[in-house]
């Protein structure tokens, strides 16, 4: 981790070029038109607020404190206008996560793509036809558990068995994926995706209905049941710190959003995007975006990226943190001409990491550049109220991880790499697909991309 104000960002195009075999802009893996199923808009809207017949949704912050009524939007969301930083009711808060405490320190953790393939899912799967996913995050969980705030990229959409459980192209997850990622200690899921589209309009339904039935403390972003969701903005607290975090997709692999569901997937759009971050800068004391973007198996940032980056810097973000390429891209602090870190109120202080890459994935593809998919980024951030009280970065880093994966039930988890050794990577199966799979090149790529700051 970094311990003083820099500016790090390692676009080895170059070395990169040797790693991947070739870049192009992201291609559409399905237009499989299945966004216009027969469910009514008022389906999802009276599904997801039907306990008790009830119409209006508490909601919930990130230290178990309800604030109630009409105005409290689905899934810790603020309507714009609905409430300010004055009407939050909170007394005597706990962390979800542990006993109350002094310290003003906020730990943020993020990790990529939960990329379901299709194997993943079947070592998932146990003799009985049951589910079950916690063996993915068994040895991260400790990492994930000790944050104040654990995000997750859920890549695939969760519509559950009766969607049919499927891999790429068009990916469909059982539920227990979703009580994994709680089991494995995340808070926020990122369901903004290019795949969020991929089983239509009843696969957002479903989702949302999982999400609010099963765990309904836990913030869902990126996805919408109603307008009223898709105009607010998800703010969690922690240690009385408000974080607004937002979520968007670049696409949804060129399936439409449902015409009479249009809000469903939250997009990069810039009218949006400017409003949302307007309304966090008003009402939050840290902004976190995380954006679905950028251009699939390329480890530097393309201009689509550095084009967002700046409308996120002017708009007020403090923290991005994106997804989709597969593969890991260099972290950056943007900085101002103030010495120290700051928050960033436009043109200021702002921590970007471009890609975290995979979390877990099996992908059938063979040949160079597969090892690339294989290592993944946990973004760890530290936060705190500098002399101003203004919330800012204390202190950031990345950590390495690898998929491991060994055929039968359960041979799919993720591990440090800093803890992978050698015998393990000649027994990934990763290799038949990629001879060059071993420790030496994930270590080598992490080098290229992150440069010394990764170890």
Known sequence: MKQDKLLYAVMASAMAACLINGCGKTVDETTEDVADEVVSSEDISDSINSENGQEETDRVTGDNETVAGPDAALKNNEAYGESDADSWD?????????????????????????????????????????????????????????????????????????????????????????????????????????????????????????????HPDITVVGINGTSQQQDSVSIVEKKGIKFAILNYTYGTNGIPLPSDMPYAVDMLDEKKVKKDLEYAEENADFTIVCPHWGTEYRLDADDYQKWWTDIFRDGGADLIIGTHPHVIEPVEFIEDEEAGYSNNHGDGDMLVYYSLGNFVSWTSSTGAGVTNRMVGGMAKVKVGKDDLEEVCVEDFGIEAVVCHLEKGYEGVTVYPLSEYTDEMALRNEIVSQDPDFSKEACVNLCNSVWGNDWK
Not at 92 to 97: E, L, P, R, Y
Not at 136 to 142: A, E, R, T, Y
Request: some cysteine; hydrophobic content about 35%; overall charge negative.
């Open 90 to 214: 909170i007394e005597n808060a706990v962390d979800s996560k542990g006993s109350k405490e002094d310290d003003r320190e906020v730990s943020i953790i993020m990790v990529g793509d939960i990329l379901l393939h299709s194997p993943v899912e079947d070592a998932a799967r146990d003799e009985n036809g049951d589910y079950n996913f916690d063996f993915i995050f068994s040895n991260m969980k400790d990492e994930i558990e000790g944050a104040d705030i654990a995000i997750v990229n859920q890549e695939v959409i969760i519509g559950g068995e009766e969607l049919g459980v499927s891999g790429y192209p068009s990916f469909n997850a059982p539920y227990e994926i979703g009580d994994s990622l709680v089991n494995a200690g995340f808070d926020v899921i990122c369901h903004g995706t290019n795949h969020a589209l991929d089983k239509g309009k009843r696969g957002i339904i479903n989702t949302l209905n999982y999400w609010e039935e099963n």
